[in-house]
């Protein structure tokens, strides 16, 4: 099977676009032009490869190109390097979940671009669904809580982050006056971060809740453990985030154990200078940083 190059990177700039039109301005050709290329990748593999929906997204067979796209832009920079070439900077797409991107993870970012001319393009989501964006080919890398590599992936253990759960003390007092029982589990209102945010509710089982509480959902780092420190709820923080109210009384400890949440790296597994760069700086930044254990 003969894919050209060119029609491979339209396919890969039309998925990143979300549309027709803007993968045609981006690549400075008409509309026209991008939409027959897409209908010469259908024709010589036999199979339908975009979703044609707003926006557009790649069918299964559609991933396994796009991802092939980035590969071999990966490769090619690669070799332009290798030959002298450094003018062009690469793109790197990789997907980290929101506290290890607030914690520990930019500084690996850094140290890439002190040694090559590298843009990143981060795709937050939780650590459990990170790993689905590097099996569809969107990411090179990724932070996820995932053990099994991914096909076509390599993984390491990158440590476990520690979530301890904790109260405003008004609330503490308001719903959890007699302990963390099942009753006050249920009925105390949480903190989640998002609605695939599964940390409260797993501790909440894990000390005998059998439904769910009244949930705030905040999606943002910083205002997440504010609204915990608030009183809006309970939650699950890092530490960093709550030693002060408790030193200062303001906070309260619900327990004494809390959740672990094991994360590792998972990248595309090539021979790659630029992959193996970022690599050693996301495992480096990892080992060196006190939000891991």
Aim: proline share 5%; glycine share 6%.
């Amino acid at each position: 099977m003969d894919l050209p190059l060119d029609h491979l990177r339209t396919l890969a700039a039309v998925v990143d676009a979300g549309t027709l039109d803007r993968a045609a301005v981006q690549l400075a050709v008409s509309p026209s032009a991008v939409s027959q290329r897409i209908r010469a990748i259908e024709q010589r593999v036999g199979r339908v490869v975009l979703q044609r929906t707003k926006p557009v997204r790649a069918t299964e067979a559609g991933e396994a190109l796009v991802r092939l796209a980035r590969q071999l832009a990966l490769l090619e920079h690669d070799a332009r390097i290798a030959l002298g070439d450094d003018t062009l900077a690469q793109r790197v797409p990789l997907a980290v979940n929101a506290d290890s991107l607030i914690t520990w993870f930019l500084p690996a970012l850094a140290a890439v671009t002190a040694e090559r001319s590298v843009t990143f393009d981060i795709h937050r989501e939780d650590q459990e669904r990170t790993a689905q964006l590097l099996e569809a080919g969107t990411v090179m890398g990724a932070v996820t809580s995932q053990r099994e590599p991914v096909a076509g992936c390599v993984a390491s253990p990158l440590g476990r982050m520690r979530y301890v759960p904790i109260a405003s003390r008004a609330l503490a007092e308001r719903w959890f006056s007699r302990g963390l029982s099942r009753a006050a589990l249920e009925a105390a209102p949480i903190v989640d971060f998002d609605r695939h945010d599964t940390l409260q509710a797993k501790f909440a089982h894990r000390h005998g809740a059998r439904t769910e509480a009244p949930r705030h959902v905040i999606s943002a780092s910083a205002e997440f453990a504010e609204a915990v420190r608030m009183g809006l709820g309970w939650g699950m923080l890092l530490p960093g985030q709550f030693e002060a109210g408790l030193a200062d009384g303001s906070l309260v400890q619900l327990a004494e154990t809390g959740v672990e949440v094991p994360l590792w790296w998972q990248r595309w597994n090539l021979s790659s200078p630029l992959l193996d760069l970022v690599t050693d700086a996301v495992q480096s930044a990892a080992r060196t940083s006190p939000a891991l254990v």
